[in-house]
């Protein structure tokens, strides 16, 4: 690997980033070959869409959620929280075992069927982003009698 010594910041960030996302699809993969997930309906759309998520987040060098990382994102998503929320968010994810959240358990939170909070938020964020279910095509065609 070349380092990354002479190469401006952007492109260092862009080749970090790069990186991130390799791992994470590394990590998808073990997901998508693992028994335990076999019966989850959809997964590699899930995978895909979970990576993009994380991916939004501000990771830090190892490619991980850490408590800044979270905060913006909650600020990002109008659910601004405390530090000691935030905390507890990280604990929920991790069971306490890190102070930074790894790709590896965000995808068993939002796979799992424990609601942590960061779980909720995402879900619900994500539902309020999506487009309101209208119909397709032309509004259907109305006579002067249907008028109210």
Same mark, same amino acid.
């Given at each position: 690997?070349?380092?990354?010594?002479?190469?401006?910041?952007?492109?260092?960030?862009?080749?970090?980033?790069?990186?991130?996302?390799?791992?994470?699809?590394?990590?998808?993969?073990?997901? @998508?070959? +693992? %028994?335990?997930?076999? &019966?989850?309906?959809? $997964?590699?759309?899930?995978? *895909?869409? /979970?990576?993009?998520?994380?991916?939004?987040?501000? @990771?830090? +060098? %190892?490619?991980?959620? &850490?408590?800044?990382? $979270?905060?913006?994102?909650? *600020?990002? /998503?109008?659910?601004?929280?405390?530090?000691?929320? @935030?905390?507890?968010?990280?604990?929920?994810?991790?069971?306490?075992?890190?102070?930074?959240?790894?790709?590896?358990?965000?995808?068993?939170?939002?796979?799992?069927?424990?609601?942590?909070?960061?779980?909720?938020?995402?879900?619900?964020?994500?539902?309020?982003?999506?487009?309101?279910?209208?119909?397709?095509?032309?509004?259907?065609?109305?006579?002067?009698?249907?008028?109210?």
């Amino acid at each position: 690997m070349p380092s990354n010594k002479n190469t401006q910041g952007g492109k260092a960030f862009g080749f970090l980033k790069e990186q991130q996302r390799q791992k994470l699809e590394e990590i998808n993969q073990e997901y @998508l070959e +693992d %028994q335990k997930y076999r &019966d989850e309906e959809d $997964l590699a759309e899930k995978l *895909e869409s /979970l990576k993009n998520k994380y991916a939004e987040f501000d @990771l830090n +060098d %190892q490619g991980e959620i &850490d408590m800044m990382g $979270l905060k913006r994102m909650m *600020e990002k /998503l109008g659910v601004p929280k405390t530090h000691l929320e @935030l905390k507890k968010m990280i604990v929920e994810v991790t069971g306490g075992s890190s102070n930074t959240i790894n790709y590896r358990d965000f995808v068993k939170m939002m796979l799992g069927k424990r609601s942590a909070v960061l779980k909720l938020v995402l879900i619900f964020e994500d539902k309020a982003n999506a487009s309101p279910c209208k119909p397709e095509g032309p509004p259907p065609k109305r006579d002067i009698a249907s008028l109210p």
